[in-house]
């Protein structure tokens, strides 16, 4: 029997079906650093243990970002091999700071499928959940990718759409357990700009840009132990569609993440994904840019010391922000990412 | 007296030379880290603690290439920084499993010499050992490289060819201690194949290319501290045999045993290296491919948890392995390692 | 208001001014692994834990540089984000080793302020200071940059043009607290060449080259959370005086630092810089090669097991050093950089 795996391919899906992802994986501080030398990450709860504890942390948290990564990436062997493209996701929430030195595993619950009416490919809905070892939920996320059929006779399953919300609600954000942001020290973080200084439609440029290097994108890929062969197989990829290596999509996330903290320095966590999509694909020698739009604020009940921005960023290829450039104009060409999600950001004194 | 050194030549070997190899090294996690982003390395035991605690050891041992490379980069500028071709390697036994946080150190001794016909190189031989700072061993090895002479004219040594094993016999491999596969979890580890589904003859395609960048490869050969030039100097190799930076032998190694997790996931062990041989040079921008053959199977007397595989691992370049290429076929010129060794898999329950 | 930043420009400095820079940093081993495997870094006592004990300190330390490149980053956003050049460096010292682990802070006073004669630019001169999580003081160094005026209307300042010494005096050198060389071990560090083995006037080929890949030098300088745009955004760069992107100056001293280490391995710890010149612009592809002349020696009253030389190393752009090229000769153009700066070596038994 063929002991290596092609992947699953469409009709391998059943709704309902649990999956159990290989591979655990304990994320250190080497991994942190790493992801910061990628990115260039310099929000400063994650940057300095010293600031972490300031806040009532036991020690510097693991971005975000870098264990949305390393769950997406346990999950792309079962899921994903097979994608023609990655859809969408929805309903993504942080349930727990994660610390460096701990062990994480992921699951999957296939929730919907849909076979395309070319008889070639469908669409696999899946919740995807990450976990500590002591096995709590750490983050937990909604996408749907587009995969292949093995057999283009097999028959198509019943047709089961989930419902995901347009966003998360403010209210189901979770606040890290024991943060207090009262000590929050803005000139060590980088910006006078607090929760009350951000409005509604508020738009920001964040000015920078950053070139993709092959050996980068590889290099951040694999050390989320992502298999997918589109962003390493430059020979394979030369007789592609797309003609040459993509970049993972989740790079750019994390680029733009990056590049947002000019403007948005005091938002150290982000709380939920709303949904995103990978407007235009990406490859090595790109000049990645971003800018952000504030689309909504909550203030949570009993708390004085932190808010939620509900944020909007906008990534594009070769093209600098100041104009804000948006999918659905003339610029959309040259969007990569559009990404809705909610950060924590600290209030100032009331 | 010149302070810089340009590395021992031919006639600077004497047959029982005992070296001490500079420079000490704490492997720490970050240089786990590292190693795994850029290989992709998903083998479980390495990848989480908590699996790694699941089967009775105290954390996550460092791969067993990545403490090879470490001790292998410690010899290299005084056995190989004048070395035409790396010849071949023999006997490798990993001795005892390498803890991160530990420091290494490296001797060799010179177990072998031939000068070459030409007069103007010779084959050294020489027997490679690494130990903990407890000073256990933790591996051994035996390479030959063929050395520039300093002095054509330099009387030629007594001819000593060492004896070495065509493989180490499986009786020979050594189980880390405290390992017990009884709670082996094949589903977390990526593959349902174990000892038993593994037959004589059998032949697996580990299918996914990578494709190797400048920079990577560098990366690499330095967090080993291997200071040979070719890898590095991008100026001088325009003048040499090959006009460009050769990749670091080991490095090929290394992603052939990333690619090869897709067939043989649960052999996240290897005991020894039997031979091994670097067929052509490889270059930034060569896409690397893989298979594999099953051509031994031992099992432990007293053991029904584990089992050892000796492999062949064939990796070519820019030649998918659906095939099977292998060395002395036409497609020779496309084949760049041909590896022999043995790896440790858990037996399903009897 | 704009919440991102364009920095500040030559008006916005005041004399005197305090500048507490974000943001925070713990340096783990895990940034050391990763410097290390961009430099080739083999320094025995920053590579081993077991041989930093030898001699006296807790563990190993962070390299002098990297610990450099960490507070210079921090700088950049506020001092030198509209830096046309970087003019000079001077009193540079290491005041303390800094440990893995602990989390670092730097701020910086303006000392100095000339407009030029353009009214387009002006020079700023700060000292900057990096401190540990107890406020202890690890490094501080003066450096002067000359920086864009954002208003060409804007009046000039004062003139103030700080004294910095030529050197900083073999007396005011540190030497490590608990450090004691008298059991250091020559051969295992690499080198048989101690303190009185090297003389004044004395020139050191370093021999090797490496060639820059622009996915390098791009994760040092995140590494080093340095947000200097020349260094990252490819596209602008086109349209600059270069044409492309520029190497952050810091990542080719510790280019020809990790060369140095072959003619001066037992150099372990940099104990100042003395003062530093860019003298040519940098970028992918360049091969450095390096070379270093020792310009005085120190001898520490009562100690016998350390002295200090005073070193000169001369960086260059693909042109091997054996004939040892230097500023304001023909070789210029081909220079890259020129550091001098004391280190601390073992003295041999007396």
Sequence with gaps: ????????????????????????????????????????????????????????????????????????GKTVPDISLNA?????????????????????????????????????????????????????????????????????????????????????????????????FSAYDPALAGSPFLFDDYQVGEKIDHIDGMTIEEAEHQIA?????????????????????????????????????GLSFNGLANAPFIAAINGGRHVNPVAGGDTVYAWSEIIDRHAFEHRTDVGALRVRTIATRDLPCAAHPAPGSDAEPSVLLDLDYWVLVPRGAG
Tied chains: 1, 2, 3.
Excluded at 47 to 65: C, E, H, T, V, Y
Excluded at 153 to 171: H, L
Excluded at 235 to 253: C, E, M, N, P
């Design 1 to 72: 029997m063929a002991k290596s795996s092609t992947g699953n391919f469409f009709e391998d899906f059943r709704l309902g079906q649990e999956i159990v992802h290989a591979v655990p994986r304990t994320v250190t501080t080497g991994d942190v650093s790493l992801y910061s030398a990628l990115y260039g990450m310099r929000f400063a709860v994650q940057s300095s243990g010293a600031f972490a504890q300031s806040l009532g942390l036991r020690r510097a948290p693991i971005d975000n970002l870098l264990l949305f990564h390393v769950i997406f």
């Design 84 to 180: 023609v493209a990655n859809l969408g996701y929805a309903e993504c929430r942080f349930l727990e700071q994660a610390w460096p030195g701990d062990s994480f595993t992921a699951r999957s619950t296939v929730i919907g499928l849909r076979e395309n009416a070319n008889g070639k490919t469908g669409i696999v809905y899946v919740r995807s959940t990450g976990y500590d070892s002591s096995g709590k939920p750490v983050l937990t996320f909604v996408r749907w990718v587009m995969v292949n059929k093995r057999d283009q006779s097999a028959p198509a399953p019943e047709v089961v759409i989930p419902q995901t919300a347009a966003a998360v609600s403010g209210s189901d954000l979770v606040i890290p357990e024991g943060l207090d």
């Design 221 to 257: 890929t694999r050390l989320y132990q992502n298999t997918a062969k589109g962003h390493f197989d430059g020979l394979a990829q030369k007789s592609s569609r797309f003609g040459r290596r993509i970049v993972y999509g989740g790079h750019v996330i994390s680029l733009a993440r």
